[in-house]
């Protein structure tokens, strides 16, 4: 947001290779190239309610009297399958939603993608978010761990990594999933609403994202089914990093069309980072190759975005100095961008608590 505003106001300044240019990742170099035959769009990010009322205003200002479908974002890898006459012949990554990689024989692996359709279009291809259960990651985890390796960072990173493996006997053992949420073409088959095709899809045998409720006409109403979701995420079995709004009308859809990088039909709104409190137990530093000594909070382990976390870096002094930071503090932490762990604030102080202050000099006992 920060660099879309900049580039607002100084246009001149705007590069091909600026985030704000791009759809999405590119294809790795590892893997055969595909051309999608329909784009695989990138949604708009809505990050509150009030943004999500501005959504639904220009809907309602390009002709629309639109019902909303809610359907959770699961947070995974984009994945397009292809089917002829019901058999699955290719599969392939959003890439950077023009091109893509072909991964078909390690989603061949995964057991819940139909390989066979009954009654079957004469083709077929549907959009789905592959990704890792909380448990299968644990599971995989640990045996990195008892190799030597680094473990994967997140569910995400572990989808993304199995799914691109060389080797599909390698995919095959690390009980990726998906569910499947777009048909993005069909020859044979008629549908006027998203819900509609969801439910064809389901009958085809697709894992598919049914919505939890009907269709729903208001900006309320679509709130209160986000509220909804967010309170029951955290017993989900996947992590979800929020929802995504669509209009439920095809007809309607086309009449609005899409930007060059989103549809103009829908929009993924993102909830705000989980945030957990835990008690700081110590500050060990970290001396770098450079010899640069970084200040790491060692905290009670707290789960975060679906895995444990009980250290952060705080960066230096003036980090420390100006949240108050201090040992035997209550503070609360998050992961930011889902990703990184990091100290948000403190909540409470111990009585005797004093600031903290980073030694001038460091022996064995501090790192």
Not at 101 to 124: C, Q
Not at 214 to 237: M, N, S
Not at 311 to 328: C, K, M, P, V
Not at 330 to 341: N, Q, W
Request: glycine share 6%; charged share 25%; hydrophobic share 40%.
């Amino acid at each position: 947001r920060e660099l879309k505003a900049l580039e607002g106001q100084f246009p001149q300044l705007i590069t091909a290779s600026s985030p704000t240019q791009k759809v999405g990742g590119t294809a790795s170099s590892k893997l055969p190239k595909v051309t999608h035959a329909v784009k695989m769009e990138s949604l708009l990010d809505a990050f509150s309610y009030d943004e999500l009322r501005d959504f639904d205003r220009r809907v309602r200002e390009a002709g629309a009297e639109p019902e909303y479908v809610v359907e959770i974002k699961i947070d995974g890898l984009s994945c397009s399958l292809e089917y002829e006459n019901g058999e699955l012949v290719r599969a392939s990554t959003r890439g950077d939603g023009v091109v893509g990689e072909d991964v078909t024989a390690n989603v061949r692996a995964i057991r819940s993608i139909p390989k066979k359709l009954k009654n079957a279009p004469e083709f077929l291809e549907v959009r789905g978010e592959v990704y890792m259960p909380h448990g299968a990651f644990q599971k995989l985890c640990a045996e990195q761990e008892l190799q030597g390796a680094a473990p994967f960072k997140n569910p995400r990173n572990a989808a993304a990594g199995s799914l691109r493996q060389k080797n599909a006997a390698v995919t095959a053992k690390r009980s990726l999933d998906i569910w499947i949420f777009n048909i993005q073409q069909i020859d044979g088959a008629s549908l006027e609403t998203h819900i509609a095709s969801l439910e064809y899809l389901k009958k085809l045998g697709f894992p598919t994202v049914i919505p939890h409720s009907k269709p729903l006409q208001t900006a309320e109403e679509v709130r209160a089914e986000i509220a909804a979701i967010g309170d029951a995420k955290l017993h989900y079995a996947y992590d979800t990093d929020g929802v995504v709004v669509k209009v439920d009308s095809f007809a309607q859809r086309e009449e609005m069309g899409a930007t060059s990088k989103v549809p103009k039909w829908a929009a993924a709104f993102k909830f705000p980072p989980e945030e957990k409190e835990t008690t700081l137990r110590e500050i060990l530093l970290s001396v770098g190759r450079t010899g640069v000594i970084t200040p790491v909070a060692i905290f009670d382990p707290v789960q975060l975005a679906g895995t444990e976390v009980s250290r952060a870096t705080l960066h230096n002094q003036d980090f420390i100095t100006e949240r108050d930071i201090r040992l035997g503090d209550t503070i609360v932490v998050r992961k930011a961008g889902e990703i990184i762990p990091e100290v948000l604030r403190v909540k409470s102080h111990l009585d005797d608590a004093e600031p903290y202050h980073l030694p001038e000099q460091i022996g064995r006992a501090h790192v």
